[in-house]
């Protein structure tokens, strides 16, 4: 079946710039988390939901990061006045309860 | 932090068995081992995980030593598609979401 899906794949924009990150979950998946990969860095939580739980935004790195995730399907990762360490692979992925997550391909952002 | 310990980087011969070590010493009774691989490019693929028994499926082996402190996973035969970084992962089985990614080990699977 259809896998967890990101758009875009690429994104390139100018510094100060707000850019809006799109992750479709597997269908049935009641969890999606959002996950940043910098150049020579590991991968570093950013936010989960849960259902229709609070979602936990604990790993968001400052006020200009934010997510909400629709009708508890689509999620939009936002990033506003968009900075050159913002430059990385932002991933989503997905899971059942208690099942292991599945990750999509990411979207590649650059800030020039 | 982290909770594991991984070599930074191993190599393998095409068909031959790679065996991946992690060391995760203070791991507590009701956390999972789970382990995850990146290839160039991609999204982490889920491989396996486990409590304390040895796991099984049809990508790979896990086994865990009796003191659960640390494990080993196994590619029984390793393709040059392998090549890639494997992460090994300690967290609760309804840990409500986070996965704490370490640096992994870098598999390097030659012909």
């Known amino acids: 079946g259809a896998g967890v899906s990101q758009s875009p794949s690429n994104k390139v924009t100018e510094k100060g710039k707000d850019v809006e990150l799109r992750c479709d979950p597997i269908?049935?998946?009641?969890?999606l988390y959002w996950y940043r990969q910098s150049l020579g860095q590991g991968l570093e939580f950013l936010i989960y939901f849960q259902g229709n739980s609070a979602p936990d935004k604990s790993g968001l790195p400052s006020d200009r990061f934010s997510a909400e995730r629709t009708g508890g399907s689509v999620s939009t990762l936002t990033i506003q006045r968009t900075q050159q360490e913002d430059s990385a692979v932002y991933l989503c992925?997905?899971?059942?309860?208690?099942?292991?997550?599945?990750f999509g391909d990411g979207t590649r952002l650059s800030i020039l | 932090d982290a909770k594991t310990t991984q070599p930074p980087s191993m190599d393998c011969a095409e068909g031959r068995a790679a065996n991946l070590p992690c060391n995760h010493s203070t791991i507590s009774g009701n956390e999972y081992v789970y382990w995850y691989r990146q290839i160039h490019s991609q999204g982490p693929q889920y491989i396996i995980h486990?409590?304390?028994n040895n796991e099984t499926n049809e990508m790979a082996s896990l086994i865990i030593t009796e003191d659960r402190k640390s494990s080993t996973l196994i590619l029984p035969h390793a393709t040059l598609r392998d090549t890639a970084v494997y992460y090994c992962?300690?967290?609760?089985?309804?840990?409500?979401?986070?996965?704490?990614f370490g640096q992994g080990t870098e598999l390097s699977v030659k012909p």
């Open positions: 992962i300690v967290g609760l089985y309804n840990q409500g979401g986070k996965l704490i």
């Open positions: 992925a997905s899971s059942r309860n208690y099942q292991p997550q599945h």
């Open positions: 486990g409590l304390k």
């Open positions: 269908s049935g998946h009641t969890a």
